[in-house]
């Protein structure tokens, strides 16, 4: 089978860059083992959030500007700051068009409440999570009502009541919590501690119990202009069910991430792989990439699970295959390696250097900046030295970032994602 | 004794990825979900078979958790092998005459238009709601008059005279049920100038596996490894099938599942439309007139698998005439014999009800499937015929009415 590009993982990264190559008339395919890191997080796009030493970037586009120049291996610097702000716009606009409108704080980050109620810093979210009647409401210092669905144990509002109240910006305002009851909480087929956020979201998107949801949401709420809940919209209606919503019960809707699954996280999900089926795109879901066959510095197709001996073919490839976590990268006793391909990795030779002795250090994890080499174009290099010049690296695979400290795993991924677009693009012309 | 290497259910992180997409855990809540069936509860199994929890029975072995798992868990596998690892055996004369379709297909289509008319019967079909429980509602594939291997017979020698060659596991459905659809696959490999070889084979086993009959089922698999490797090997051809289930079953469930060792046959098997596209590619491309058809296209689960749908979509869009809606993937419910059962039916028809739904809004005149479950669960749930792609590239061929 021949296509112009063959993605490897299809996550934010491999499908931001699928997506601008089929729209651009490019013949792709995804493959994906399985389902990306978008399941797990919050379903905000963080851009940058913190210098380090918990110091918040407010202003991350003029941030970047001088921290590109003293960072140049930083995926980033490799793209440019001007060339990572076209990339998240033209993101924000492919969404869009899947119906998911993304908020922006203008050029400023703004914070949305995590699971455990501390705010984080991140650039775009979902309308149900930030936007204009949200920040003047806050602004406006008014009562906050924390909401949660009996049963569901995947959110605990008085966890994140005392975690905000913590924070000095909610310290002068009111927050209060709450139960609501699932009208099929009795059943007894289930037990309702098995609920989670897909379940809830499921019988939501039934709408039969709107009403009677909208009846309860007013009388735990009380007199609070918000009421945060745990994600719960659903993933395909959640427009349509938030609007309804908020007029029934005349309140802010606002929706807390949860434990994963993530329902804000896969809402994008869907979205990305509807947009590219639209344009054409396929996507080979369920299969891993095993190997490939390279000559004279060019990877010429791969090989994969289930194809066996039928192998893919295509002019450039794109590695877009993540960290430790989505398999991307394997750590073994004493070396950390690329399993696919064998590319050069950057990685301590030293085990105990690998991690801090905390659990949940400050600065973050030094295993999180490994990843796979490459120069400014994103080509890796094999173990032995070749540079494969048709084969780019983007997302979570790559080294000289830390996400967790800098707040920056979205961004680099939709930055690398569309910067290879554009370099396979430009190299076709 | 653990195998060692049987511990997939140890790289699971517990994120209940696979329970989002599981499609019976979504229609009911007696599953409690691949996660919680598979891997949660196989540690507890392998310590003691009494902690098995019966609700497992409820999986299809659509593998839909494992396409979305991102661990690579083999979580549809674990639950199928627990079926017959740590139940115990009750014999079920519903189960055993499921599972036999090629000892059912042999007996009836001697005398097709006898079983054909006393299957649709109200006494047969209260007789089989009752004591059978096999649900009234459930409406039966037709069988033919004789079985295509009997048709074969009499057209082996054109097919031979070719000079490359297929060899053909055309399974029961076709044998028995649907001879029409393997002489389309004549047909179209034909008009690639391809032969036709149709060699020794049983039943792949899928309803085997699934109804718990293991020890039947690797003795059928050993049997068509041995077969088809030795026919290819032969006539230096490789082997297709026109059922997305067979084909999943002879490539993956053998290894996988059954444990059996099918290299012999694993890299030159293809489930039918590989091997058509990998020949399009190639600039094969036979003749074809217009065939003017409202059509949307469904993908079966087994074909999602093996990651074939994107070879039955190109092949179906070189068609000229057919104007094609591609449906989003969604199980039919069916899953070979288990909207057969009478304590699954319901959930069977809930879980295509999602796809059952949108077929109706994409307002098509026909349906193309891959699968011959797929086709009957939809032909009976929707007004719409089912047709199998090859049967669609056979009409442009040869220029008959669809
Ligand atoms: C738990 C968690 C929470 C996060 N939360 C946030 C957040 O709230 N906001 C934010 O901005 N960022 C967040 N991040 C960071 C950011 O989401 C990730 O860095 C980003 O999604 C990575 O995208 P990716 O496409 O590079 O990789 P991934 O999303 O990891 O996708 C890689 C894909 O490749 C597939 N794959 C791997 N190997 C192969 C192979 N050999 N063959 C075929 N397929 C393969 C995997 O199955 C996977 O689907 C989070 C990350 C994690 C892990
Ligand atoms: S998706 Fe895989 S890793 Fe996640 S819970 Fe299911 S089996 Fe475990
Ligand atoms: S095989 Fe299908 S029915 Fe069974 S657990 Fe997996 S997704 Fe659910």
Redesign the pocket.
């Known amino acids: 089978m021949r296509y112009d590009c063959v993605i490897?993982?299809?996550?934010?990264?491999?499908?931001t860059c699928g997506i601008r190559l089929a729209e651009k008339g490019a013949r792709c395919a995804v493959?994906?083992?399985?389902?990306?890191?978008?399941h797990?997080?919050?379903?905000?796009?963080?851009l940058f959030g913190n210098e380090g030493e918990g110091k918040i970037v407010f202003r991350p586009f003029e941030y970047l500007e001088k921290f590109i120049g003293s960072n140049p291996l930083h995926p980033y610097a490799r793209c440019g700051s001007s060339r990572v702000r076209e990339a998240l716009f033209y993101f924000r606009d492919q969404l869009d068009l899947e119906d998911i409108d993304l908020y922006n704080n203008d050029d400023a980050n703004h914070f949305h409440v995590t699971t455990l109620g501390t705010l984080?810093p991140?650039f775009f979210s979902q309308r149900s999570v930030f936007n204009e009647k949200i920040r003047l409401a806050f602004e406006k210092k008014s009562k906050i009502a924390a909401l949660n669905f009996e049963g569901y144990r995947d959110f605990y509002p008085e966890l994140a009541v005392i975690n905000l109240k913590r924070n000095v910006l909610f310290r002068n305002i009111e927050i209060s919590s709450g139960k609501i009851l699932y009208p099929d909480y009795g059943d007894p087929q289930r037990n309702p501690f098995e609920y989670r956020s897909i379940d809830i979201a499921r019988i939501f998107d039934t709408e039969r119990y709107l009403e009677d949801l909208a009846a309860q949401i007013r009388t735990a709420a009380g007199d609070a202009a918000f009421a945060a809940m745990p994600a719960f919209l659903g993933i395909t209606n959640f427009k349509r069910h938030h609007q309804l919503l908020q007029q029934l019960t005349g309140l802010l809707i606002y929706e807390i991430?949860t434990l994963?699954p993530s329902i804000l996280?896969m809402r994008i999900d869907n979205a990305l792989k509807s947009r590219f089926a639209a344009l054409g795109g396929v996507y080979i879901a369920g299969?891993?990439?095993?190997g490939g066959t390279i000559a004279g510095g060019r990877l010429e197709s791969v090989f994969?699970e289930n194809g066996g001996s039928s192998a893919l073919y295509a002019g450039s490839f794109v590695l877009?295959?993540?960290?430790f976590?989505?398999?991307?990268l394997v750590s073994e006793f004493s070396r950390v390696r690329e399993?696919?391909f064998g590319l050069r990795v950057y990685s301590h030779a030293e085990r105990s250097k690998w991690h801090a002795q905390e659990f949940f250090p400050r600065n973050g994890h030094p295993f999180l900046e490994f990843g796979v080499e490459t120069d400014e174009r994103f080509n890796p290099l094999t173990d032995d030295g070749q540079r494969l010049g048709n084969l780019y690296c983007?997302?979570?695979?790559l080294p000289h970032y830390n996400?967790i400290r800098e707040?920056?795993?979205?961004?680099?991924?939709v930055s690398t994602?569309y910067r290879a677009a554009e370099l396979i693009l430009a190299g076709n012309r | 004794m653990i195998k060692l290497e049987n511990i997939s259910f140890d790289h699971c992180i517990k994120c209940t990825v696979c329970t989002i997409y599981c499609p019976v855990a979504r229609a009911t809540h007696h599953f409690p979900g691949p996660k919680q069936s598979g891997p949660d509860m196989e540690r507890l199994r392998i310590k003691s078979p009494g902690l098995l929890d019966d609700s497992l029975k409820y999986c299809t072995n659509c593998k839909r958790c494992e396409i979305a798992c991102?661990s690579n868990v083999k979580i549809a596998d674990l639950i199928q092998s627990s079926k017959w690892r740590y139940f115990r055996k009750a014999f079920r004369v519903r189960d055993f005459f499921l599972a036999r379709t090629d000892l059912m297909g042999g007996v009836a289509t001697r005398a097709s238009f006898l079983v054909n008319f006393f299957i649709k019967l109200f006494p047969v079909k209260f007789f089989l709601d009752r004591f059978m429980k096999i649900p009234s509602e459930r409406r039966f594939p037709r069988y033919a008059q004789g079985t295509f291997r009997a048709w074969y017979k009499k057209h082996r020698k054109e097919q031979e005279a070719f000079a490359e060659k297929a060899v053909y596991f055309h399974g029961c459905y076709v044998n028995y049920n649907n001879h029409d659809l393997g002489k389309d696959v004549v047909t179209v490999l034909n008009a690639m100038n391809v032969g036709v070889i149709v060699t020794d084979e049983k039943c792949c086993g899928v309803p085997l596996i699934a109804n718990g009959y293991i020890d039947k089922a690797r003795k059928n698999a050993l049997f068509n490894i041995e077969s088809l490797a030795r026919s290819a090997s032969e006539s230096g051809a490789r082997i297709v099938s026109a059922s997305s289930s067979c084909s999943f079953a002879l490539k993956h469930e053998y290894p996988n599942l059954l444990e059996l060792d099918n290299s012999a046959i694993f890299d030159g098997l293809d489930y039918i439309t590989r091997f058509i596209h990998e020949r399009f590619e190639k600039g094969n491309v036979p003749a074809m007139g217009p065939v003017p058809v409202r059509a949307a296209y469904h993908s079966p689960c087994h074909l999602e698998r093996m990651g074939g749908v994107m070879n039955t979509i190109e092949v179906l869009k070189k068609i000229p005439g057919l104007e094609l809606t591609i449906l989003h993937s969604e199980c039919c419910g069916i899953a070979g014999t288990y909207g057969f059962k009478k304590e699954y039916y319901k959930v069977a028809q809930k879980v295509g009800d999602e796809l059952f739904k949108r077929i109706e809004r994409a307002n098509p005149e026909i349906v193309i499937t891959d699968c011959e479950t797929c086709k009957w669960q939809i032909e009976m749930s929707t007004p719409y015929r089912v047709e199998h792609p090859v049967t669609v590239l056979a009409r442009a061929i040869d220029g008959k009415k669809l």
């Open positions: 490897i993982g299809g996550g934010l990264s491999g499908l493959i994906s083992t399985g389902m990306s890191a978008l797990f997080s919050s379903g905000s796009i963080d984080k991140t991430p994963p996280g299969d891993t990439v095993r994969t877009a295959s993540g960290s976590f989505s398999g991307g399993p696919v983007t997302g979570a695979l996400p707040g920056s795993g979205g961004g680099v991924a994602g | 991102p």
